[in-house]
């Protein structure tokens, strides 16, 4: 007798500590159906995106989704990733760019946004979307697998006070290489304590200026011809980059302020005069920096043929989930992602976003509609990162996006080699040797695992 | 001294102890077992397709450059935290235990750093270190001192070991601090009568009749720096720069959590676990035989 009480307290202490969430949600009795949201941005960005939300539930009243900050871009990924493997998924997760490799090679766990918008039978004009936007999230004959929604690209920031300070032309930002490390040096000798820095280390200094120059970060046209591809950072252009950016470390011209968007804090407070960041920086620059600034392109190196073309992007884009495993969402659930998709594909939607967050604006129409609103007069350089999308004419191989599995790792992998190259442990060429050797064996993993 | 005592019948000593065994089952035994499983699983991050491959995964965690620098990263990093957490606790329990005015405020204070949650208390000690941000981050890099343990491995390295010892200072400290109290008086004041100094009394009585508390210290001590430190090491560096404070238990975690590799994470755990039992197994056989209880 006792023991079955004990049994059944220590089953309910068991039970109690496990949260039951039932994720599936239905019409019932006029309620509107419930859609689990779930994203990865800090504020001020998550507010804003909330607001974006909570424009959609007020537009109609079948469907009410729910936004939830779930960390990180990489905590959300994972933290989606375990919830389907529960069979509790969300229906929505927004997911960097990084991961876009994995999630499609993800099989029935994704809903591709093609199909979703087929089955609901809600049209979206693609083709009015930024090539280097929409095409980063299209299969290799174009069907589109998620939905573009927060995309960035890295500029540069500068500060018009330190440069004042150090006798330069404040309106005048360096356009190459050579000429930021002319001005790097003037500020230095006029007293900044950090010339330049950036943030996301592997994203801009290897990723953007591989596109910028037109040079390959892996083979198969980046990984989108196939899972068997593989690295090719280990090249003299990228050699000679990181040489150089180990050179100006040493000079104390360029200060490596941290992994991710560590570095991010160093340019509003004015510690460093240069800044390479993400557009979507933009909101945070604004809002803390106590100086006059401004955006430029980023800086590239005028000998290399063909330079400069456009940057490729960063952020995220919304991918619709199955419940779990054995799939478990009704058609109608699948329809109100379709409605936000639509949503937030509007004009006015897309305009707003852009203006109110710095990410750049997705479509053509939105940004003719900003234009015509007068915010690039209001807010000069506010229109540098779409500019730099645009640039070069047909994108290449080099300069569509990066489709690799496994990215986030490497994308680590990539930090930590340049972390070990900036402590003096070795040269640019043996630290795209070791993102090769590491990187490569990543990528097979990730292959052996979708046989 | 010891005295059995008898249950009669069985139900009894079961019910008593069902609690504490459910509690293994479902926190040790279950959780351990799904790792020994995935160990030998090869899966996509989705657990859709899923391939066994015997222990193909161990043969490639240990042919692993990588695992075996941060084996290295472990080693460094265990000793020095159980050396520094358990000197000092030693030293301040001796201090603690003089009758000076106000012995009991020292001792409250010294127990305080044991209720800091792991990754308030690296926190903590970012905002002292952190080379921009950070009190005496930024009064060495002004007195000339180039500090950034965003890019200096062996920087970093000391901050984590300091961080981390310091969170276990407290705990050796009530642990020290009874066993030095448990030490006869009778004992101290023979050995001063017969004209043996501070210094020679703690060495020739005190240490060796602490060794049960300190042996018992260094075992939980190495434990805590294996398994328990990760949320510092979290906080504080991310397992950078580079890989250098990256130990065994935060690769785990960063090959199991955030690459969602979990073949290769079970692997990796199950090593671990290997590992602290064959740790625990020697210094019980070994160690144990000089310990005077």
């Not at chain 2, 926190?123 to 890019?151: C, E, K, Q, Y």
Request: charged share 15%; hydrophobic share 45%; aromatic share 12%.
């Amino acid at each position: 007798m006792l023991r079955r009480n004990l049994a059944a307290c220590a089953f309910a202490a068991v039970a109690g500590l496990m949260p039951f969430w039932n994720g599936t949600a239905r019409a019932q009795g006029g309620q509107p159906v419930e859609l689990q949201f779930w994203h990865g941005l800090a504020q001020p960005l998550g507010g804003q995106l909330e607001g974006v939300v909570a424009a959609f539930n007020e537009s109609q009243n079948r469907y009410r989704i729910v936004p939830t900050y779930r960390g990180s871009y990489s905590e959300t990924m994972v933290a989606a990733i375990a919830a389907f493997r529960a069979n509790s998924a969300p229906h929505l997760v927004q997911m960097f760019e990084v991961g876009t490799g994995t999630m499609m090679a993800a099989g029935r766990a994704v809903k591709p946004t093609h199909e979703l918008l087929s089955e609901a039978g809600v049209n979206v004009d693609f083709g009015d979307y930024l090539p280097a936007v929409r095409g980063y999230f299209q299969t290799n004959d174009g069907r589109q697998m998620s939905m573009p929604f927060n995309s960035s690209t890295a500029v540069m920031y500068w500060n018009k006070d330190a440069f004042r300070r150090a006798g330069l032309d404040p309106e005048k930002p360096p356009a190459t290489w050579k000429e930021l490390e002319e001005t790097a040096r003037k500020l230095k000798a006029g007293g900044a304590a950090c010339a330049f820095t950036n943030s996301w280390p592997g994203w801009i200094q290897v990723e953007q200026m591989s596109a910028i120059h037109d040079q390959p970060i892996a083979s198969l046209g980046n990984g989108f011809g196939g899972f068997n591809a593989e690295l090719r950072v280990n090249n003299p252009f990228m050699v000679r980059h990181m040489d150089n950016l180990i050179a100006w470390q040493k000079e104390g011209l360029y200060r490596y302020g941290g992994r991710d968007a560590a570095a991010d804090a160093l340019f509003p407070n004015g510690e460093c005069a240069i800044a390479m960041l993400s557009a979507g920086a933009r909101s945070r620059v604004t809002r803390e920096a106590k100086f006059p600034w401004g955006t430029a392109m980023l800086p590239y190196y005028d000998d290399v043929p063909g330079a400069p073309r456009n940057s490729i992007i960063g952020g995220a884009s919304l991918w619709s989930l199955n419940k779990g495993p054995q799939g478990g969402r009704s058609a109608e659930e699948w329809r109100g992602l379709a409605e936000f998709f639509r949503f937030v594909s509007q004009t006015d939607v897309a305009t707003k976003w852009h203006m109110d967050t710095g990410y750049v604006p997705l479509t053509r129409a939105a940004y003719e509609k900003a234009k015509a609103a007068g915010y690039y007069k209001e807010n000069p350089g506010a229109d540098v990162p779409i500019e730099q999308l645009l640039r070069g004419g047909e994108m290449t191989e080099n300069t569509r996006g990066i489709r690799l599995g496994g990215y986030v790792e490497i994308r680590n992998i990539i930090q930590e080699e340049m972390e070990k190259a900036f402590q003096g442990q070795g040269t640019g060429q043996q630290a795209m040797a070791a993102i090769t050797a590491r990187g490569n064996q990543v990528l097979r993993n990730f292959e052996r695992q979708q046989r | 001294m010891r005295r059995k005592v008898i249950f009669r019948g069985t139900a009894l000593p079961l019910a008593l102890l069902l609690p504490q065994l459910a509690v293994t089952a479902v926190f040790f035994l279950w959780p351990a077992g799904v790792a020994v499983y995935q160990s030998v699983l090869q899966q996509d991050a989705w657990g859709l397709r899923t391939e066994f491959v015997g222990l193909r995964n161990f043969a490639d965690v240990l042919a692993d450059p990588g695992w075996r620098d941060a084996a290295w990263n472990t080693a460094v990093f265990s000793t020095a935290v159980a050396a520094l957490a358990m000197g000092t606790a030693l030293a301040l329990a001796v201090q603690a235990d003089k009758s000076i005015r106000g012995a009991r405020a020292y001792r409250t204070l010294l127990i305080w750093p044991y209720a800091v949650a792991p990754a308030v208390a690296a926190v903590l000690w970012l905002f002292i270190f952190h080379p921009s941000i950070g009190l005496v981050g930024r009064a060495l890099n002004s007195a000339g001192i180039p500090w950034d343990t965003r890019l200096d491995g062996d920087q970093a390295m000391a901050l984590v070991i300091l961080a981390a010892a310091w969170k276990q200072v407290s705990y050796n400290f009530i642990f020290f601090l009874a066993g030095l109290q448990a030490i006869p008086k009778s004992v101290l004041e023979a050995a001063a009568i017969d004209g043996a100094r501070p210094v020679r009394r703690f060495w020739t009585v005190v240490f060796p009749l602490l060794s049960p508390t300190t042996f018992f210290l260094l075992v939980v001590n190495l434990v805590y720096a294996f398994f328990d430190t990760f949320g510092t090491i979290h906080a504080l560096t991310g397992g950078g720069p580079g890989n250098a404070t990256e130990t065994l238990i935060y690769r785990a975690y960063v090959e199991g959590v955030q690459n969602t590799n979990l073949g290769s994470a079970a692997a990796q755990s199950v090593i671990l676990m290997l590992l602290v039992v064959a740790l625990t197994m020697v210094q019980f056989r070994f160690i144990e035989r000089r310990v005077h209880y």
